[in-house]
């Protein structure tokens, strides 16, 4: 059964940094891309980020370009996130989420396929 589990959220003022991990089991880590949405009160999921199976490619929404870097480790079934500068607008539950062996979806569906429970983070301003 795949099983992801995010850790790392929590409450840091504007300007900030935090580190998300997302382990996961239940599956060939190193076979999947993986990626990291989240959502905000009233707003639907948001795609960030996206790392290719053994990391070589990223990618990731301009909104957090510059100020996150996803990265993972395969020998630890793990991936992670580091998020900088972070601002008020970032306030969001933060998923991870498992994609397929070719690449991620565009349109992330929380509804649909492997999704951690999310970790809650809050930048107050």
């Known amino acids: 059964e795949v099983y992801l589990a995010e850790s790392g959220g929590g409450l840091v003022h504007a300007g900030g940094s935090l580190n998300l991990s997302c382990v996961a089991s239940?599956?060939?880590?190193?076979?999947?891309?993986m990626q990291w949405v989240r959502q905000a009160p009233g707003k639907g999921p948001e795609w960030l980020s996206s790392i290719s199976n053994v990391g070589g490619t990223t990618t990731y929404s301009d909104s957090v370009k510059g100020r996150f870097t996803i990265s993972r480790e395969n020998d630890k079934n793990t991936m992670n996130l580091q998020m900088n500068n972070l601002q008020p607008e970032d306030t969001a539950v933060y998923y991870c989420?498992?994609?397929?062996?070719?690449?991620?979806?565009?349109?992330?569906?929380?509804?649909?396929?492997?999704w951690g429970q999310g970790t809650q983070v809050t930048v107050s301003s």
């Open positions: 989420g498992r994609c397929g062996r070719g690449g991620c979806s565009a349109s992330p569906n929380l509804a649909f396929g492997f």
């Open positions: 239940g599956f060939t880590f190193s076979d999947y891309w």
